[in-house]
C-alpha cells in the first residue's frame, strides 16, 4: 500500500482565499484523523471520522474551518477565509478497528501571506 | 483528560552514547503509548508502542521504551547514538488505540555530536 497520500505538499495562499487540503487514507482503514502542527501548539486533534461520520471536531480551532469526508478513499479540510495565523503543517492519520496506530502521511505545509 | 509532558525541547548528546529522551503522561484509564519520530520535511513515523502486554517495548532502529506505571512514564532509550538519530522525538497517548485521537507531547529534538 502507498500510504496516506496527501495533496498537495506545499500551499502558499493569499489571506482571504480559500484554501482546500486533501487526503487519502490506506485502503480498508475506517478510521481518519486531521492534526495541525505548529511551533507554538505542538500536534494537535482538529477532527476524526470513523466510516465516514465525524466523530469528535472539539479540536476545529473556528466556524472558518470545515471537514468532510464523502467516501472511505477520501477526505478534505477546507478552511474559507483563510488567515496568516492559520500557517501550519496540517497532517492527515488513518488506522483501523483492531490496529492500534495510527499512521501519518508526509503533511501540506500551508502558508497564508 | 489526557495529557503528555516531554522532559527538555533539545537533547544533545555524543555519537555512541546512550539516549534517554524522557516522557510522563496522565490519563484516567490505561493508556496506549506511543513514540513517533519525525525527519525534517517528513511525517510522522511510529517507533514502538505500548498496549498493555509487556511492560519493555522494542521498537524500530534500536530504540525500546519502559512502561512504568507507578511513575506514569515511559521514557525512550537507545544504548548507542548514530547521527541518522537526529530527529524530532514525540511522545502519544491515546485511550483506545488506533480507535481515537493522540495527545502529543511538545516533542523532543535529538542533537547527535560527532
Known amino acids: 500500500d502507498a500510504g496516506v497520500i496527501q495533496s498537495p505538499r506545499h500551499e502558499v495562499t493569499e489571506m482571504g482565499q480559500e484554501v482546500t487540503l486533501r487526503c487519502k487514507p490506506i485502503?480498508?482503514?475506517?478510521?481518519l484523523f486531521w492534526y495541525r502542527q505548529t511551533m507554538m501548539r505542538g500536534l494537535e486533534l482538529l477532527i476524526y471520522?470513523?466510516?465516514?461520520?465525524?466523530?469528535?471536531d472539539s479540536g476545529m480551532p473556528e466556524d472558518r474551518f470545515s471537514a468532510k469526508m464523502p467516501n472511505a478513499s477520501f477526505s478534505t479540510l477546507k478552511i474559507q477565509p483563510s488567515e496568516p495565523r492559520d500557517s501550519a503543517v496540517y497532517f492527515c492519520?488513518?488506522?483501523?478497528?483492531?490496529?492500534?496506530?495510527?499512521?501519518f502521511g508526509q503533511g501540506t505545509r500551508l502558508t497564508v501571506v | 483528560a489526557q495529557s503528555v509532558t516531554q522532559l527538555g525541547s533539545h537533547v544533545s548528546v555524543s555519537e555512541g552514547a546512550l539516549v534517554l529522551l524522557r516522557c510522563n503522561y496522565s490519563?484516567?484509564?490505561?493508556?496506549?503509548l506511543f513514540w513517533y519520530v519525525q525527519y525534517p520535511n517528513q511525517g510522522l513515523q511510529l517507533l514502538l508502542k505500548?498496549?498493555?502486554?509487556?511492560?519493555l517495548v522494542k521498537g524500530i532502529n534500536g530504540f525500546e521504551a519502559e512502561f512504568k506505571k507507578s511513575e506514569t512514564s515511559f521514557h525512550l532509550t537507545k544504548p548507542s547514538a548514530h547521527m541518522s538519530d537526529a530527529a524530532e522525538y514525540f511522545c502519544?497517548?491515546?485511550?483506545?488505540?488506533?480507535?481515537?485521537?493522540?495527545?502529543f507531547g511538545k516533542g523532543t529534538h535529538l542533537i547527535i555530536q560527532p
Open positions: 471520522f470513523n466510516n465516514n461520520v465525524p466523530i469528535d
Open positions: 485502503s480498508g482503514h475506517d478510521y
Open positions: 490519563s484516567s484509564v490505561p493508556p496506549y
Open positions: 505500548y498496549t498493555s502486554a509487556a511492560t
Open positions: 492519520a488513518s488506522s483501523a478497528r483492531g490496529v492500534t496506530e495510527a499512521f
Open positions: 502519544a497517548v491515546s485511550d483506545r488505540g488506533g480507535a481515537d485521537g493522540l495527545t
